[in-house]
């Protein structure tokens, strides 16, 4: 899961580029630089070509500075309206032309977009700085903030405001002169650096195949996985064999199944070893420099380490408390992982096997395990889990708790020709907002899955902008005359970013400027996730794809049997990469690391057992360069939160309206513009509680 955009903060601070170029953007030639004039406003990505982008970027940024320009020149004492607002409404243009381009830079991008990314990198925070240390426009924000009880602010408007000028501080704006340069120079660095570490993983992705020539080498492999590595080669102009990526969708199964071990081995070091093979895509130099470049900045700045800017404004606060989770959920799940793992060797042992389980035998000997314990094989489920059946699925929980519709668009624009529309409209049939769902994988898209915006909610000169939403992943493609049959990770995954897109497309902001504190933000989609699995959403949208017939409950009865099995893998996988995290970013020596030394040693002494590997390795950890950085934990912050707030539903009935609506008042509507723990709060009637997420992952009763 790697949700990148989190609805958050200013357009500028979301958006800032400066390109330069002699080239004068001309209007009329230039559909980034027109009003849309195309259903609902999207963007007309049929007309939008790369040579776009640079003149409206250009355009885009000497009008955000002109705006800004022009209301810190007036000579009015500053105010909330005259300055916070003015703030709010600059950058219009340069923000809507940033979320087409990082949008598509993302989910399907090419030779010619990744080149503009990495030339506008260092523009973009050379603009972003121009912004963020104007010494005017700072002071016009700090005098509002200091004199805030004369403007008779509501409480929405009150934490914006706290929230823009502590902001403000935490980026330099209090820094001497000297100091901001040094600043300005650390953060042109790490622009080019991040989006370079995010390439080479996408890269490095690419190029790795497992070309399988030999049908006695796909033995144990369900039919589905084996024809779609014949399609994959085919693809590729390798016809009568069969290739396997790093990709999730095609490496897992075989991961799973395969019995040929050598061969698992070989594709999971392909994939474990992306960004690290010593070649000109290797990211163990990058990771060095972008971890020192932010310890620098942050003690630049007056902090202990970079950990401790990124926190100050989330509900976490500190690293300490950050530790104090993951140890509690560490202390569980190490020892149901050693369990687990004893049980496979057995299982090898009873077999013949002459060998240790390795960290590539995991999923291999899970699923022989799941089978033996509870008669359950992963692929029982497949054929339940057509991918319209799930999208449906997901559409009708949406219904029955909140009323809103989903309505397929034809002969609209779209980011890409496999995506598609729909119109999402509340009960009485008012329009909400548009939202794309583009879910197989290709070449030219990110891993993961992630919920985006190509437009936001706020209002305008007194009118709504209804937002533009975009739901990307990398499911299981249909093959042949089959349709698209994806696991049941898969499905929650996809219920995941439904649930990020309720939340972007319920917004209640009057304002662009929100500030979501990341370690909050998973929790509307982490809780959407409960539903998928729940017998009475399951019997109404998970159905054999050539009968139609229901799931039926015998099947329903061995996934709740096996609801706990081999949570202490899935939960000490992730916890190793949120240390990881965390562990980079309260480094305070400020020298380059050993990236392959620092992070073997630090899981080791932390007591990772070595038949584990984190779930993101150093060298392809695209979070921590796209926004999560000292951020990964979030998503087990938000797991308490989250189990915690589906007790109320299960404690009121699955689809509560009053409980529903009092989420979507308290939680979907308002984040971004509220003190995260206060909103659950008034959602749960108390603070949150730990147990339900330790009962639900089978560590305590």
């Known amino acids: 899961m790697k949700p990148k955009i989190i609805f958050t903060s200013l357009v500028f601070l979301s958006v800032l580029f400066s390109c330069q170029t002699s080239t004068k953007p001309t209007v009329m030639d230039n559909p980034l630089l027109t009003e849309f004039s195309t259903p609902f406003g999207v963007p007309p990505f049929d007309l939008i070509k790369p040579h776009h982008y640079t003149p409206a970027f250009t355009l885009g940024m000497e009008e955000h500075l002109k705006e ?20 709010d409404k600059s950058g219009e243009l340069l923000a809507r032309v940033s979320r087409i381009f990082f949008g598509l830079a993302e989910a399907n991008t090419n030779d010619s977009l990744q080149k503009i990314q990495v030339d506008i990198s260092p523009k973009l925070s050379a603009h972003s700085d121009a912004i963020r240390l104007n010494p005017k426009l700072f002071s016009r924000i700090k005098s509002v903030y200091e004199n805030q009880k004369k403007f008779n602010l509501d409480a929405a ?35 080019v650096l991040t989006v370079q570490f995010d390439q080479n993983v996408m890269s490095e992705t690419n190029d790795f195949k497992l070309v399988i020539d030999k049908k006695e080498d796909l033995a144990g492999l369900p039919e589905g996985a084996i024809a779609s590595a014949a399609e994959a080669a085919k693809a590729t102009g390798m016809e009568g064999k069969w290739i396997f990526t790093a990709t999730r969708p095609s490496m897992t199964p075989f991961l799973q199944y395969a019995e040929n071990r050598d061969l ?22 990058t990771l060095a420099k972008i971890i020192s470049l932010r310890a620098q900045r942050a003690q630049l700045l007056g902090y202990k380490a970079h950990a401790h800017i990124v926190l100050e404004p989330r509900m976490a606060k500190v690293p300490e408390n950050v530790f104090a989770l993951l140890d509690k959920i560490w202390a569980a799940a190490i020892p149901a992982a050693i369990r687990d793992r004893d049980e ?53 929980v949406a219904n029955k708790l909140y009323g809103i519709t989903f309505t397929e668009i034809r002969g609209i624009p779209k980011p890409h020709a496999e995506a598609m529309a729909y119109e999402v409209k509340e009960a009485d049939g008012s329009h909400i907002g548009i939202l794309y769902m583009d879910l197989f994988p290709r070449s030219s898209k ?83 996730e409960h539903w998928c699995t729940e017998p009475e959403v399951l019997k109404s949208y998970a159905r054999q794809y050539q009968t139609g017939e229901p799931i039926p409950d015998q099947l329903i009865g061995k996934m709740n049997k096996t609801s706990h099995f081999n949570q202490g893998f899935v939960s000490t996988e992730f916890l190793a990469a949120c240390y990881l995290d965390m562990a980079f970013h309260t480094q305070t020596d400020t020298a380059q690391l050993n990236i392959g030394k620092f992070e073997n040693d630090f899981l080791t002494g932390k007591g990772l057992i070595p038949e584990i590997k984190p779930r993101y390795r150093s060298t392809y950890f695209i979070h921590i360069t796209g926004g999560y950085d000292a951020g990964y934990y979030g998503y087990e912050w938000a797991a308490v939160l989250d189990n915690d707030a589906f007790e109320a539903f299960k404690e009121n009935g699955l689809f509560n309206k009053a409980t529903a609506q009092s989420f979507r008042d308290n939680i979907l509507s308002r984040d971004g513009t509220m003190d995260p723990n206060q909103m659950f709060v008034n959602f749960r009637g108390r603070q949150p509680d730990i147990t339900p997420l330790m009962r639900n992952r089978g560590f305590i009763k």
Not at 174 to 191: A, D, I, P, V
Not at 267 to 275: A, E, I, K, P, V
Not at 460 to 485: H, Q, S, Y
Request: proline fraction near 3%.
């Open 157 to 191: 408007q009150t934490y914006i405001l706290e929230n823009l000028y502590r902001g403000f501080v935490r980026n330099g704006a209090n820094l001497s002169l000297e100091k901001q340069e040094k600043l300005k120079k650390l953060n042109s660095e790490l622009s």
């Open 344 to 396: 496979m060797q057995q299982i090898i042992i009873k077999e013949g096997g002459k060998f240790k389980l390795e960290s590539s035998d995991w999923w291999y000997y899970a699923e022989k395990l799941r089978k033996a314990k509870y008669d359950m094989d992963e692929n029982e489920l497949r054929p339940y889990f057509k991918m319209e059946n799930v999208r449906d699925g997901a559409f009708d």
């Open 68 to 87: 800004v320009e022009a209301f810190i020149n007036n000579k009015e004492e500053p105010t909330f309206e005259n300055t916070i607002v003015a703030l």
């Open 446 to 528: 990110q891993q993961g899955a992630w919920c985006g915006a190509y437009r936001d909610h706020w209002v305008k000169d007194g009118k709504e902008i209804t937002p533009v939403i975009t739901m990307v992943g990398n499911f299981t493609r249909p093959v042949g005359d089959k349709p698209a049959l994806i696991s049941l990770d898969e499905a929650r995954t996809h219920f995941h970013e439904f649930g990020h897109a309720l939340e972007a497309l319920f917004a209640a902001n009057t304002l662009s400027t929100t500030f979501v504190a990341q370690d909050f933000v998973e929790l509307p989609s982490q809780i959407m």
């Open 264 to 285: 698992r081995k070989k594709l999971y070091n392909g994939y474990l070893n992306r960004g690290n093979n010593g070649n000109s895509k290797d990211n163990k130099t």
